[in-house]
Antibody
């Protein structure tokens, strides 16, 4: 059974940093692109970042470029999101998701339960 | 960036009735369109990918259609567990940027 379990969320002051983790199991983690997607309270879904199987390619939504870094450790079956210079508008539930691909394009097939990040003074 | 627009924002439907949800892309996304269901306090769940292919374990009452810029999710006979928010997402620009629609809330009439 595919499982994705996020951790690391919490309350942080504006300008602060936080590192989210996602522990994967039930599939060959190193074979899949992975993503982070967030959802602000009461709002819709927003894609945040993607990372290739070997970590050689990383992509970000414009609003987090230069502040967030996606990474992975295939030996530990883990995905990470380092978030720096946090802003109030980064407050959201952050989901990690596995990307399944067809014809070179990929969709989020499995999602974790999410971890809440609150940026507030 | 491709903008995804869902309509209506809220759909009131009685159990057993058909629900039809729409999703429009600001430019062609071919068939690279997914639908997700989200219930309160839960993570999104993949329903449809490739515009019309049901994900594993998804009941046959869910069907997707369309290509290019116009897409539809149909729930043929609403069950109590289907009342939720539904999102479409284009992934034609993989690996970035991926964009979601604003969602359609399906509520009990």
């Amino acid at each position: 059974e595919v499982q994705l379990v996020e951790s690391g969320g919490g309350l942080v002051q504006p300008g602060g940093s936080l590192r989210l983790s996602c522990a994967a199991s039930g599939f060959t983690f190193s074979s899949y692109w992975m993503s982070w997607v967030r959802q602000a309270p009461g709002k819709g879904l927003e894609w945040v970042a993607n990372i290739k199987q070997d970590g050689s390619e990383k992509y970000y939504v414009d609003s987090v470029k230069g502040r967030f870094t996606i990474s992975r450790d295939n030996a530990k079956n883990s995905l990470y999101l380092q978030m720096n210079s946090l802003r109030a508008e980064d407050t959201a539930v952050y989901y990690c998701a596995r990307a399944d691909c067809s014809g070179g394009s990929c969709y989020s097939s499995y999602w974790g339960q999410g971890t809440l990040v609150t940026v507030s003074s | 960036e491709i903008v995804m627009t869902q309509s209506p924002a809220t759909l009131s439907v009685s159990p057993g009735e058909r629900a039809t949800l729409s999703c429009r892309a600001s430019q062609s996304v071919s068939s690279n369109l997914a639908w997700y269901q989200q219930k309160p306090g839960q993570a999104p769940r993949l329903l449809i990918y490739g515009a019309s292919t049901r994900a594993t374990g998804i009941p046959a009452r869910f069907s997707g259609s369309g290509s290019g810029t116009e897409f539809t999710l149909t729930i043929s006979s609403l069950q109590s567990e289907d009342f939720a928010v539904y999102y479409c997402q284009q992934y034609n620009n993989w690996p970035f940027p991926l964009t979601f629609g604003g969602g359609t809330k399906v509520e009990i009439k």
